[in-house]
Structures are given as C-alpha cells and as structure tokens.
C-alpha cells in the first residue's frame, strides 16, 4: 500500500502512517468525525480526480463525460431514494459552500434570516458576524433556553416580531431532536422559507432514527462525511420547484468543476447507507450516546440539556472543576480526541471556553457498545477529575490503545 507515495514522498507517506496509528490506537469522539469504509476511500483515490466537469449531467462544459454523468447520475438517484427528495445536487464540496449555495438560491444580500446562535449549539454558516454568511446576510437569531433546550414559543415569538425571509432550523452541537413540523408552521405564518441544516445528523435520519425535515421543507442540506459516513463533501436536498435555482447556484453560482472522485465516493457511501446493516448502525450510534450520556452523568459530568436523543452531548466542565480547553488537552494525552466548545450562556470566550463536545459516530463505527461506552466513560471521569495527573493521563493511553486493537479501523492494516 502507498507504495509509490512511499518512494517519491517519504516526509507525506511517513506523516500518514502516523496518522494511521493515531486513529487506530485512540479513541475518537469528536461528533462530527467517522470513518469511511474501504471502498468509498478507494473511490476517492480513483483516475476520477483527473476529470474537469462543469455542469450537470447531459448539460457539460467539456468533452469526455459519459463516465461522469453515469456516476453522477447514480449518485443523484440515492440521494433522493435515501431521503425520499425530489431533487437532489451532489456537487457541493463542503457544508459551508452548500449552505452558501442554498442562501444564494433563496434570498438576495441584507435579505433577513432567523438562525440558531453558534454559542446556543448553531453553526457559523448560520449567520455568525464573521462568516460570509453574517457578513452577506442580515441574521437575527433564536436560542436555547437555561435548560438547553430550544423553547419552540419563543422561535415563534422572534419569528412574528422579525418576520424573516428564511428560516434556518440546523445544529452543530445541540443533542435534543429539533421539531422540525413546528420550524415549517411557524415559517408558514410569516411565509418564510425553511432551510434545515442536517450535517450531523443525516446518518441517523437516513437509519431512521430521527425525524426527517426533507418531506416538508423548502431546503436540506448535509455534508456527507459525518453520520453519513461518506467522503468529505455535501448534498443539497429540496422540492423540484427551487432545483433549477439550487443548481445554477452551485455551479456557475459558486463553483467551478465538481470533484468527480468524490461524487462517486458519494455514490458508494450512499449504497452502504440503503443496506440493511446501516439501520442497525445510526440505531446504536444514539444507544451509545445514551449510555455514555448516563454513565458520564452518574460520574457527575453535567450534560447541557441532561441527556441526548442524538450522537452527541455537551459536556459543562464546569461540573469536574476544569475548562474545556484543559479537559481536550488532558484526553487528547490520555488517547482520547474531542473538541472543546462553548457552553449555551458561557461567560468563558470560544478559545478557551467550559465544555467539551462528544460523539459516538466514529466509535460505533469501529464496533463498540454499551459496555465500551461504560468504559469510556470511566476514563473520561478519571482523566477529567484531575486534569494535570499525567501519570493517569499515560495509564488510560494505554488501556486505550488495548482497546482499540479489538477494534480496526477501516481501511488501516499496521
Ligand atoms: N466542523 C463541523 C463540526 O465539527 O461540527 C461543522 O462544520
């Protein structure tokens, strides 16, 4: 393997098989992280790459595309089967691009959209000042209450006294189930549009988990590398009447040719999304998420909002007497990755802020459950109860990495 790479480029091939060993020996639990399956990263290593391709199916730029309007064609049609959508573009390179596409489509700039805040659990694509889109767009935005939980009274309240263009339903560390029917109601009394933003949680929509927004919203996005479980891109869903203007917004709106070998490895993960087998795995992402849930609660860890109904949670560090910077930096040693984050109302700033995000979806993927999860959760309690005890810190990196021997990560053989 990486034979030729070995030989012209020792300092990139030595680097990756580091990185190899890092993810099969620690433990993964940032949320939006997963592991691709053997056959989507071949895909993505495919001659694919090689094509320039503006355009859509039977409707290109360049010469030479029977291939790619095959593969991209196929792609098209799973993403619409897997979520039931009239109309599906698979071009987007990333979620941030797809979410400016969508804007582009729907509104015109200093047009008024409703979103949730990036310290409440939102997205920076939702309208955060430093983003394209609080810098294009004139957002206002909703909440989550002292609870954690988004007060669906007070989106509506916001919303009547607003009246938006555009709503934005959609998360990026918020582990309630968004309610998506009231999102639609209250866009429909001010005739708004609804956009849902479901990047995290396509996977476990697509497994039947969770409710799904795509039926009756305007809009839907998703990247396709988190709980979906495919290569690093995105996907825009919508209803066949906004298609032609999601299209043109993507391409020539805001971006050039689509990354072929991508596209297909889009195609082959959305495959393994229609087996039977991806049902069971969206179905014990979240029972992971609820054990770890539990467990890290009874070791004291306070949970924002108490629990979760998805594959993540917010941890307030507050609760083991430490930030949320010193808790990443103490797991990081002990072999275990997250990322720090702000806490709803936190007074700490975005770089050193009082909580940690955790998930189960790369995890899952290797095979673990329940009783790893309890496990997991001792570490984390032992590893967080004193962040500077570095003896401990090494004791864990190694329970972890005896751990993760019985657990192979796709597409890593050492
Ligand atoms: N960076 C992603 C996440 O971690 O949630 C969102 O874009």
């Not at 619409?80 to 941030?96: C, M, P, R, W």
């Not at 691009?97 to 047009?111: H, I, S, T």
């Not at 959609?170 to 109601?185: C, L, P, Q, T, V």
């Not at 560090?317 to 275990?336: D, F, P, R, V």
């Amino acid at each position: 393997m990486l034979t030729h790479l070995q030989a012209q480029d020792p300092d990139i091939y030595e680097a990756i098989k580091r990185e190899e060993k890092r993810q099969a020996f620690e433990l993964e639990l940032i949320a939006s992280e997963n592991y691709v399956s053997e056959a989507v990263l071949e895909t993505m290593g495919t001659i694919l790459t090689n094509k320039y391709s503006e355009g859509y199916p039977g409707k290109r730029y360049y010469a030479g595309q029977e291939n790619i309007d095959t593969i991209e064609n196929i792609a098209i049609k799973r993403a619409k089967e897997i979520f039931g959508a009239q109309h599906a573009n698979v071009q987007a390179l990333s979620g941030s691009p797809a979410n400016a596409a969508v804007y582009m489509a729907f509104l015109k700039p200093g047009d008024k959209v409703l979103g949730l805040s990036l310290d409440h659990g939102g997205h920076l694509s939702h309208g955060h000042p430093v983003n394209f889109s609080g810098v294009l767009y004139n957002f206002v935005r909703y909440g989550v209450e002292e609870d954690g939980i988004i007060d669906m009274d007070k989106v509506r309240e916001i919303a009547l006294k607003e009246k938006p263009k555009m709503i934005v339903a959609g998360f990026s560390a918020y582990s309630r189930n968004m309610e998506w029917k009231r999102f639609k109601e209250i866009a429909d009394e001010i005739g708004a549009f609804t956009f849902a933003d479901i990047a995290h949680i396509a996977g476990l929509i697509a497994g039947g988990v969770l409710d799904s927004p795509v039926p009756f919203f305007d809009v839907v996005s998703t990247t396709t590398h988190k709980t979906l479980r495919g290569p690093r891109g995105a996907l825009i869903l919508c209803k066949e009447e906004y298609a032609k203007n999601v299209d043109k917004a993507i391409f020539p709106g805001m971006q050039g040719g689509p990354h072929d070998h991508i596209n297909a490895a889009k195609a082959v993960a959305f495959k393994e999304v229609m087996q039977p087998e991806f049902k069971d795995y969206a179905a014990q992402v979240v029972k992971n998420a609820k054990v770890l849930a539990e467990e890290l609660k009874n070791y004291g860890f306070s949970i924002i909002s108490g629990g979760t109904d998805n594959h993540l949670m917010l941890l307030d560090m507050n609760s083991k007497n430490c930030t949320g910077k010193e808790a990443e930096h103490a797991l990081e040693k002990a072999g275990i990755s997250c990322n720090k984050n702000m806490i709803p109302f936190d007074p700490r700033s975005p770089f050193d802020p009082s909580g940690i995000r955790i998930g189960t979806p790369a995890i899952t993927t290797r095979g673990m459950k329940e009783e790893e999860m309890k496990t997991l959760a001792k570490w984390m309690n032992e590893v967080c109860s004193d962040v500077h005890d570095e003896a401990t810190q090494k004791r864990v990196a190694a329970e972890v990495k005896e751990l993760c021997q019985h657990y192979p990560v796709p597409g890593i053989k050492l």
